[in-house]
């Protein structure tokens, strides 16, 4: 037994290329496959720390009347709700930095929805204010500065806040703003820019705008589970029961208050003010867009890692397995003398099997303990510039998905490795220690064909048959390169659909350079006077008048936030948007009847072309019929006509913004026209679609981490299925590539013969990768996506080259890393028989 303890470590030490080769393939499937199908579970575990760190509330009530203190009580009382935060927020306006921003102040509530700063302190006098960091990059200011805010609205902000003007003394986040959407507004252009928290008793009203509720027992659950939603989905019915109630006694206030204001006699006037009656509006988190964002995010990387991780596991055991299995066959000689000297089958077997499984098992704990720590940090270090507020990751061992990869890569090996061993011990020793019989070349298809066979050279033909005749070798290598080729086009194919983006949605859909956020309040004369003085500005070629406003769109049973647009005449609207199908290319006119869509909004809401949709913009909710949907990949848009518009709101549209088009779109032109631009009378802001570009390049920039990792786990797993590849083809052939030289063939010679047939086998494994990239490339992209973005569905054609070079690369670093092995074949050791 010591004898043959000593010659297995003597084993490891002779073959440690082929040992290291199988332990890094197995870490790096291991690694990928537990980290990405990890990355999800960690993320949503992140978020429920911050969450719970935060205590972002679990219920959140608004009356469209306010909530008194009586409403407050009878919340209070319902079973199951731990506590309830009467709280106030106010929409309010700011003009900074050449731009109107609409800003939600928010009245400071402790222990529910607690602010993280990250510069600075909370306020604690009533003329302090902590603000949105998104507020401090829109308007460039900083702490210690004072901002003024003013109502947007025919009432004085006065009526309703202490003071206009307030100092600020912090920044940071929100947990309800984890990423950069902050809402649909009621003032300015129908969407909240930022937030700004001050102290509650700033507000003037009595009443409550909203209500904050914490459920009993909902902390101590997961937020992401079944069982936190069934929690909160009793309380919130619970609510309703009693919203009744509280909406009649707010309406009878409202109207009692009414009468007693303008001193009615109800017993003698019959024409009394119509009031309508309140609505209470539930909410839960799942409500809060950047709560339902980052869901839907965790829930892509799933997606992911259903498929992408899978292949990439596949290819690493398939060719571990392959490793492995060719091992115990060349080693069939040293089986049947173990045998002839009495050592049983199992203890012959445990030998090969402890082989295999050192590498396995060691390099599957590793990858598991690396991808399980390395990739979903980097994956949520990626996404953390579109959630800003989450910064701190909670990063465990994921033991399911970790044990999976272990268990799937011991028994692939495990197995492979005895059913082997299984195979050589049904032959005598006499047979094992016997050299095995060359494979019988056999005729190809080519041979047929004499005029083509007669002009190939005489070590063509033999590359040519042995490529068919090595049968398995020649299916393992193609799909060993074409996996791992498909991989690396996927990478790549994931960079350009995401940078495809930002480029071209502004150079080939959204044609105009800036847009004017004007004055709806002034007369059309001013609004003439505002057009002719803006067209006279040097440099600029054309303008082009829109109404555009938030508005959300509803399918059959979804409903997303949309931009409806709106444009002033439908002749020149091609200068400034390009209405066209993806797939055919075809060209749309303009609709004058019904609306266009764009195709992610028609996608997410399920709707085709001559669906009906609903419009709900505040309380008035109309439905238009789809007459196209169009290609675009940044937002959500409905488009219609002057006319239709009239036809749905029995109102001609007020337009309130001015797209604007010139061609120095240099940096110093912009800050030049800005400045001019905005002190206009009746312009209240101007942004850039350069600026637009760049941050959706930044935004999208960070997904590119995640596509460096792809690429280069590919890439690693592509060298390394390779390098055991070759490795096994000259093993198995050592006898034939012997007799080459011993009938006089050079070592280059040798060399050549070999290389020969891994180049062709590389080159069929890189076509079959590149359908293989190109299928799991459309899958993947539209598990990727985000909300608001289409990425592009095309691959580039430099990058299906550039992945073809690099695998072609690697194929010839692995066969000049071989050529050391190929010069020390031994002839006479190779040649001599066993007798």
């Not at 199908?37 to 219920?59: C, H, P, Q, T, V």
């Not at 797993?717 to 390098?723: D, G, H, R, S």
């Not at 010679?749 to 990768?769: C, M």
Request: some cysteine; overall charge negative.
């Amino acid at each position: 037994m010591k004898a043959l303890q000593r010659d297995f470590f003597r084993e490891i030490k002779k073959n440690k290329g082929r040992f290291i080769s199988v332990f890094f393939i197995v870490m790096l499937g291991a690694a990928f496959f537990s980290g990405i199908r990890s990355s999800k579970f960690d993320m949503e575990l992140s978020a429920e720390s911050y969450y719970d760190g935060k205590n972002l509330m679990d219920i959140k009530v608004i009356s469209t009347a306010g909530l008194t203190d009586d409403d407050i009580e009878d919340i209070s009382k319902v079973m199951d709700i731990e506590k309830v935060f009467p709280s106030y927020s106010k929409e309010v306006l700011n003009k900074e930095n050449n731009k109107e921003q609409v800003v939600n102040l928010i009245g400071y509530t402790e222990g529910i929805n607690e602010p993280t700063v990250i510069e600075g302190r909370l306020p604690n006098k009533e003329d302090e204010c902590f603000v949105d960091t998104e507020y401090l990059e829109k308007s460039g200011r900083k702490i210690g500065d004072k901002i003024t805010f003013y109502s947007g609205t025919d009432e004085e902000i006065s009526n309703s806040l202490k003071y206009d003007t307030y100092k600020i003394v912090g920044s940071g986040n929100l947990p309800q703003y984890m990423d950069f959407t902050r809402g649909i507004g009621s003032i300015g252009d129908g969407s909240i820019d930022s937030f700004v928290v001050v102290m509650p008793e700033v507000f003037k009203q009595e009443i409550y705008t909203e209500a904050y509720i914490k459920v009993k027992g909902a902390k101590e659950l997961d937020s992401f589970d079944d069982s936190y939603k069934n929690k909160v989905d009793s309380v919130e019915e619970k609510l309703k029961d009693i919203s009744n109630d509280a909406v009649q006694r707010r309406y009878d206030e409202i109207y009692n208050q009414l009468i007693n204001s303008i001193g009615y006699d109800t017993n003698l006037v019959t024409d009394i003010p119509k009031v309508e009656k309140p609505q209470w509006y539930i909410t839960d988190r799942n409500d809060i867009s950047s709560v339902a964002s980052f869901n839907t995010d965790a829930e892509r990387i799933a997606n992911i890692g259903k498929v992408f991780p899978v292949i990439f596991f596949l290819v690493a055991a398939l060719v571990s397995l392959t490793a492995m299995t060719r091992m115990v066959e060349e080693q069939r000689q040293q089986i049947g003398t173990l045998k002839a000297l009495g050592c049983s089958n199992s203890t012959i077997a445990m030998r090969y099997f402890a082989y295999a499984m050192i590498p396995t098992v060691l390099g599957s704990v590793i990858g598991v303990v690396i991808g399980e720590k390395l990739l979903p940090f980097v994956i949520m270090d990626a996404y953390s510039i579109m959630y800003t507020g989450l910064t701190d990751y909670v990063i465990p061992l994921n033991w399911e998905q970790g044990l999976f990869a272990i268990v799937v890569n011991v028994l692939c090996n495990g197995v492979a490795t005895l059913a082997a061993c299984s195979k050589e011990f049904r032959a005598k020793p006499s047979e094992l220690m016997r050299p095995q019989a060359p494979k019988g070349g056999k005729r190809v298809f080519l041979e047929r064909i004499n005029f083509l066979w007669s002009h190939i050279s005489f070590t063509g033909k033999s590359t040519i048959r042995n490529l068919f005749r090595y049968k398995k070798r020649f299916f393992m290598t193609v799909i060993g390169i074409g996996g791992c080729m498909g991989l690396i086009l996927v990478g790549l194919g994931l960079h350009d659909s995401i940078t495809f983006v930002a480029k071209n949605q502004f150079k080939e859909f959204t044609k105009y350079n800036a847009i004017l956020a004007i004055d709806t309040e002034g007369s059309e004369e001013k609004s003439k006077e505002l057009m002719s003085e803006i067209n006279n500005y040097d440099g600029i070629k054309e303008t082009f008048k829109i109404y555009s406003q938030n508005i959300e769109l509803k399918g059959e049973d979804k409903s997303i936030d949309v931009t409806m647009n709106v444009p002033s005449n439908y002749e020149d609207i091609e200068d400034y948007f390009i209405f066209q199908s993806r797939k055919t290319k075809e060209k749309y006119n303009f609709p004058k009847e019904g609306a266009a869509i764009s195709e992610k909004t028609a996608k997410m809401l399920n709707v085709s072309v001559g669906d009906t949709v609903k419009i709900k913009s505040g309380e008035d909710i109309v439905e238009v019929q789809i007459k196209f949907i169009y290609e675009n990949y940044l937002g959500h848009y409905i488009f219609m006509s002057e006319s239709q518009y009239d036809t749905l709101y029995k109102k001609t549209p007020e337009y309130n913004q001015i797209l604007v088009n010139y061609n120095d779109t240099s940096e110093k032109f912009e800050e030049s026209l800005g400045k001019k631009l905005i002190k206009l009378d009746g312009v209240k802001g101007v942004s850039f679609t350069s600026d637009i570009v760049k941050s959706i390049d930044d935004m999208l920039g960070s997904l590119n981490l995640v596509v460096y990792i792809l690429v280069l786990s590919a890439g690693l797993l592509a060298f390394v299925v390779l390098y055991n590849l070759n490795n096994i083809n000259i093993a198995e052939r050592q006898r034939e590539l012997a007799t080459l030289k011993v009938l006089g063939f050079y070592d280059k010679e040798v060399s050549s013969y070999v290389y020969r047939e891994n180049i062709i086998l590389t080159i069929i494994g890189i076509i079959f990768g590149f359908l293989i990239g190109s299928l799991l490339h459309q899958y993947v992209i539209q598990c990727a996506e985000v909300d608001t973005i289409m990425f592009g569905r095309s691959i580039r054609v430099i990058s299906y080259i550039i992945s073809g070079i690099l695998t072609f690369v690697f194929s010839i670093i692995v066969n000049l890393v071989m050529s050391g092995k190929l010069k020390k074949i031994d002839m006479i050791e190779s040649l001599k028989s066993v007798e």
